[in-house]
């Protein structure tokens, strides 16, 4: 291959401007595998994405009795391992040449050039990342609740949290918790403000199911557990602390949240209505462009918490291949 891949009929990259993507372009490298070979293993360092042109992939990981369960067979046009671009972590399942492979390849070190940077093209990809592992937790939310047997219903909004005092030195604590901790002092201050702060007791209720998410709510303080309440069996999806978001999925619309989130302990949240965030998504300046990374690899982290039960119950009902160009990307 010697001809730049044209990643305009990519929908990762579809409304990107031509200029940055012709640049991202000329950072892509080719790869061409034979059958058997493993693009990468379950377990590796995550380092980059794969776009296939021509060929197959198959996505398995380990069953029972040493026996490798298909997840799922990719054909062209399907972008693998791109959410590994955020965040960090290792691959969540391994990935083989079923058929001679061809296609393109980002490294991570080359992406994480321009995201230092704070380049246009990659504070729109990383805005598209993040857009798209929400869609994918939803996903995972929605199937693990079928399990489940859990049907969430219209319900109302839990009472309303009482307001919290902000702290004299809380805009120092802040700048050192997860989400925050790689801003600039003044872009964590022009976050913040005029956000609520809100106090919840040991299980009081944040979000409930059939309710759609009012905003983004940020631990600053204590921690809130993220489940699914089945009729028999509660699924613990994850416990966020300081510095981690619960609501993501309200980025989405005004659909209903499928999981219950509960303050673990004592906890202080910073409210972050939508018209906010999205405000915040959509801008330019730097603080909003540091938000948009942050935010997005809060949700990609979020996603990893689900992908496992996802992956057990797929793996404990010997999951069957889903057809080819069926799955067009997996979370790896």
């Not at 070979?37 to 995550?46: A, C, K, Y």
């Not at 029972?64 to 391992?81: E, N």
């Amino acid at each position: 291959m010697t001809e730049l891949p044209d990643l305009s009929a990519v929908d990762l990259f579809a409304d990107l401007p031509g200029e940055e993507l012709e640049h991202l372009a000329r950072l892509m490298r080719p790869f061409d595998e034979p059958v058997g070979t493993p693009l990468f293993n379950e377990g590796d360092r995550s380092d980059g994405l794969y776009l296939l042109t021509s060929g197959a992939l198959r996505v398995v990981r380990p069953g029972p009795h040493g026996m490798a369960v298909p997840l799922a067979t990719l054909g062209p046009g399907a972008v693998v391992g791109e959410l590994s671009m955020l965040g960090s972590g290792a691959r969540t399942a391994t990935v083989l040449v079923a058929r001679q492979a061809e296609g393109w390849r980002l490294d991570r070190r080359a992406f994480d050039v321009l995201r230092a940077d704070l380049r246009p093209m990659a504070v729109a990809l990383i805005r598209r990342l993040g857009m798209l592992a929400a869609e994918r937790m939803r996903d995972r939310y929605e199937t693990i609740a079928a399990h489940l047997g859990v049907t969430p219903a219209p319900g109302a909004f839990p009472g309303a949290l009482p307001e919290a005092r902000s702290e004299p030195r809380e805009l120092e604590h802040l700048s050192t918790t997860l989400m925050f901790s790689q801003m600039r002092r003044d872009a964590v201050a022009e976050i913040a403000s005029g956000a609520r702060r809100l106090y919840a007791a040991r299980g009081a209720v944040v979000l409930s199911p059939g309710v759609p998410p009012p905003a983004l709510y940020v631990v600053v303080h204590g921690a809130v557990e993220v489940s699914l309440r089945g009729p028999e069996t509660v699924q613990r999806l994850r416990l966020a602390g300081p510095g981690r978001a619960v609501g993501q999925l309200g980025v989405l619309g005004t659909q209903p949240a499928v999981a219950e989130a509960r303050a673990r302990e004592r906890t202080v949240l910073l409210e972050l209505p939508w018209p906010r965030i999205h405000a915040l998504l959509d801008g330019a300046g730097e603080a909003a462009r540091a938000f948009v990374l942050a935010f997005s690899e809060d949700v990609v982290r979020a996603l990893r918490y689900a992908e496992a039960p996802v992956a057990a119950l797929r793996v404990a009902s010997g999951a069957a291949d889903a057809p080819l160009q069926q799955v067009r990307a997996v979370q790896l």
